[in-house]
């Protein structure tokens, strides 16, 4: 008897794809073998060039399902003037993901740090569209931080407070006295990124137009 669509088993690529994504998170590129995948997933190394020709196209693929999931949210964002409640949802949407699925801030991490294919579709697919000058900015407080020139500057903060979180948040779980990745510990993080987000934009929006000068 076959199982309901939902309870069904995934099947070998889908398989071989979650290994890869696990192990390239936890190891970098460079540090995974295929046979740490085949060895992951169940079946002989050779077993592998059935589904992805070589290291480099799993990687890309495991890049590429990642990015579909994690880009979408930003591409929405774009459709429509960018006002401080529109962001604020966007924010929320990536920080959940994130928690849900560190897999891709880890990955992140290894590829600033040691390189690796498809870095070039990371920068242009999922960062690129961060940095991108939209016309249509609906709140005072975002057209200041681009008029002063410190838009980049407030994408980058964000990409870190929110990434650097799940990269580095289990060092601290001693400290913070319980699992990082709880729900609880979700609220928490959710309502820090909102919080910084509103001082950011407060000061932004009672600034001068371009930075004073030390």
Same mark, same amino acid.
């Given at each position: 008897m076959s199982l309901p669509a939902h309870q069904a088993t995934p099947g070998t690529p889908q398989r071989i794809l979650d290994a890869a994504e696990d192990l390239f998170a936890e190891k970098g590129y460079k540090g995974t073998s295929l046979g740490d995948v085949s060895a992951r +997933?169940?079946?002989r190394s050779p077993s592998?060039?059935?589904?992805f020709r070589n290291k480099e196209a799993l990687y890309r693929a495991v890049l590429e399902r990642l990015l579909d999931e994690f880009a979408a949210p930003m591409n929405e964002l774009h459709q429509a003037p960018i006002s401080v409640?529109?962001?604020q949802v966007w924010l929320e949407t990536i920080v959940r993901k994130h928690h849900a699925n560190p897999n891709l801030a880890r990955l992140l991490q290894h590829a600033a740090l040691s390189g690796g294919p498809g870095t070039n579709d990371l920068i242009e697919r999922f960062f690129q569209p961060m940095?991108?000058?939209?016309?249509?900015?609906?709140q005072p407080g975002l057209r200041a931080l681009e008029q002063a020139g410190l838009q980049p500057w407030a994408v980058m903060a964000f990409n870190n407070l929110v990434m650097s979180y +799940?990269?580095?948040a289990p060092m601290y779980r001693d400290l913070l006295g319980q699992d990082p990745f709880s729900d609880e510990a979700l609220e928490r993080q959710l309502a820090l990124v909102k919080t910084v987000l509103q001082a950011v934009l407060a000061h932004?929006?009672?600034?001068p137009s371009t930075?004073?000068?030390?």
């Open positions: +997933v169940g079946i592998l060039y059935n589904h409640e529109r962001l940095f991108h000058t939209d016309e249509g900015l609906a +799940v990269t580095m932004a929006g009672a600034a930075p004073s000068t030390l």
